[in-house]
């Protein structure tokens, strides 16, 4: 199923872009010290599963981007102007 939702023309790097965002702002916030909010206290155990939100919302991003270069390389989907330009920048060699 994942690999269909890569298919999806509105956006399926948004989802994987947002745990990112989210296990990256979360990381840079318990990294100083020990964290609260009212009475739960954040550490280390915390900290180790917002990396791993991170790390996974870095993978499905990656997944998803390759998802759609095969779909438009195969002719499964329709060519992407707006994702092409970032060839320009970026190549995959």
């Avoid at 298919?7 to 964290?35: C, E, N």
């Avoid at 060839?87 to 995959?92: E, G, S, V």
């Amino acid at each position: 199923m994942d690999s269909l939702r890569s298919f999806d023309r509105r956006g399926g790097i948004s989802y994987p872009a947002g745990a990112s965002l989210i296990g990256f702002v979360l990381t840079v916030w318990l990294l100083p010290a020990k964290q609260s909010i009212g009475g739960l206290h954040l550490d280390v155990d915390t900290l180790v599963y917002v990396l791993g939100l991170l790390l996974i919302g870095v993978q499905s991003m990656i997944f998803a981007a390759c998802g759609k270069i095969y779909g438009i390389a195969s002719g499964l989907l329709p060519p992407d102007p707006k994702f092409q330009n970032n060839f320009n920048f970026f190549t995959l060699e």
